[in-house]
């Protein structure tokens, strides 16, 4: 014995009506879409953030600490995002030229940087290995 079912008339296209309110589940899938966006813009930038960070490291001599904390201040003096003033900087290093505004802060935060520690090592002048500095 078959059983057969019936349908009323419409009854797909009853199930695509658009609601009157908000549906939670499309508020969750929009929100995880705007994170994801956000998590990707975040990614893209790390690896010429990391780039930079190693030519401050090479250049200045310092830590990755001190490095990072160079590109953030000039970042706040030039009112942009780190990973934009990391890309001018890898963008420099590969000839481009540096704009104007991150050339001023780039030197305020190098000046800064060596006065504060002539180093960034944290050893005083007259333990060091007798190495000047720059």
Known sequence: MQRTAM???GWWGSRTEPSTEEDPADQDVEALRAENRRLRRALA???DVDRACGMVMILAPCRRAPARNLLVDVARQCNSDVPDVAAALVAAWEGEPLPRL???GL???LRRL???DRGCD?????QSSGR???
């Open 45 to 47: 930038g790390r690896t």
């Open 132 to 134: 000047e500095r720059p």
């Open 102 to 104: 991150m050339r001023r």
């Open 114 to 116: 060596y006065a504060e």
């Open 122 to 126: 944290g050893v005083p002048e007259e």
């Open 7 to 9: 349908l009323p008339k």
């Open 107 to 109: 030197r305020r935060a």
